[in-house]
């Protein structure tokens, strides 16, 4: 059996590790397929719970599912003792195993070398975790004091420890997201909500869906094979690549990021093939006529919206969305105080967070600095675009325009040390294109101090009235 693995893997181009997390992870559609045909309550979760465990062994070995019990632990007992701190508590220590978890197996430089390890599930365990305690802590608050989403998610009680482990460990979205709330998954698990049937009202079919996402993995993989060959990651750090013109290096930098993309599309429209088959990626009927299944927390990723995005604040809402949806929620939310506008600082903050959540390496904490300077450039963009006269459509067109090149530049520039994640390699490929990916958002956040643009018209009238 290991004889034709390797013999598979070396076919493929993968390594043996990578090639049984790629079956058991495909393995998960199949799987969410049963789990959705059993009845509710306890087998759903006992399912939900066994079949993550399980595949969590075939993929990483024993020692994983250990490493996934400790948040587990110190969340629900946090939960259970210290309620009303149960959210902070949990957020530290999850973040805490979480970090330790990174340095001893430095797992991204093990995924550069074609390694696997579980690190990359225990990165969506840990965030359903703290969100999970944090909408308990919640429960506790008086409804005034809350926003729209701490009311939608809180908790009034407290999980048994059955549906606890069912919604850490449920296989469709164990390995590699999309991260979802509790609430829904107590929702799904009890025909309750959205799930709820009647003789009026039945659930959508999910195997169109299904389909679309797995042809959409299908053609993912196609573009990141065909792609990988010719813009391999190592070529940062090979000669030729430094003796290219700039114009060269800079679309070497282009068709790097866009190779990586590819592969982490692939990954996502499985995640989402697998949700929606499970029927827990419905998110209710849109009101077209006649109405259309809407599959929304399965998503977790808008392609075209990623690679045609006109402006750099759109990206978390159409890359990794269910991660971004989580640091909205459970980060720059709750660092807003009450009565003031978010700034900089919570910007800041949520891409620190974000950095810290995927590892320690120099390259991911550059690159998430660099995304928040990105994002607010990119704001500064648009209020200028947005203080341009409707009449003058060519002007404000071209702005538009300008804040697409500068997406595409600044953040295929700076992806680059999210790859490559060392200090040294970072800058040097920063260096190779004069640091354009950082010089360019400073820029452009500075002049935004200096040429502030008067309010639309519009605006003022309707302050007047």
Known sequence: MELEMSSTASAIGVSVPVLRFLLCFVATIPVSFLWRLL????????????????????????????????????????????????????????????????????????????????????????????????????????????????????????????????????CGSHFAGPVYEIKDYLEYTENKGIWACSKDKSLPSPYLATLRALIQAAICMTFYMYLVPQYPLTRFSEPIYYEYSFWRKLFTQYMSGLTARWKYYFIWSISEASMIISGLGFTGWSNSSPPKPQWGRAKNVDILGVELATSAVQVPLVWNIQVST?????????????????????????????????GLYPGYIIFFVQSALMIAGSRV?????????????????????????????????????????????????????????????????????????????????????
């Open 381 to 465: 963009i648009y209020r200028w675009q947005q203080a341009i006269s409707a009449k003058n459509s060519l002007l404000r067109k071209l702005l538009t325009f300008t804040n697409f090149a500068y997406t595409i530049l600044v953040l295929n520039c700076s992806c680059i040390g999210f790859m490559v994640l060392s200090m040294k390699e970072t800058l040097a490929a920063y260096q190779s294109v004069y640091f354009i990916g950082t010089i360019v958002p400073v820029t452009v956040v500075l002049l935004g101090y200096v040429i502030k643009p008067a309010r639309p018209v519009r605006a003022k009238v309707e302050k007047s009235q």
């Open 39 to 170: 009845p509710s309550g306890a087998a759903k979760h006992i399912f939900a719970a066994g079949s993550g465990a399980y595949l969590s062994y075939l993929s990483f070995g024993f020692s994983s599912n250990l490493h996934f019990l400790i948040p587990m632990a110190l969340g629900y007992a946090s939960m259970l003792l210290l309620r009303r701190r149960a959210g902070i508590l949990t957020f530290f220590t999850g973040f805490g195993y979480l970090i330790g978890c990174h340095v001893y197996y430095m797992s991204g430089d093990a995924w550069k070398e074609g390694g696997i390890d579980a690190t990359g599930a225990l990165m969506v365990l840990v965030l359903k975790v703290i969100s999970c305690a944090i909408n308990y802590s919640d429960g506790l608050l008086k409804e005034e004091d809350l926003r729209e989403t701490q009311k939608k998610y809180r908790l009034t009680r407290l999980p048994s420890i059955l549906e606890y482990v069912g919604y850490c460990l449920c």
């Open 326 to 358: 989580w640091l909205r929620y459970y980060v720059y939310d709750r660092l807003i105080q009450k009565g003031k506008k978010p700034g900089f600082f919570q910007l800041l903050a949520t891409q620190t967070v974000s950095a810290v959540w995927h």
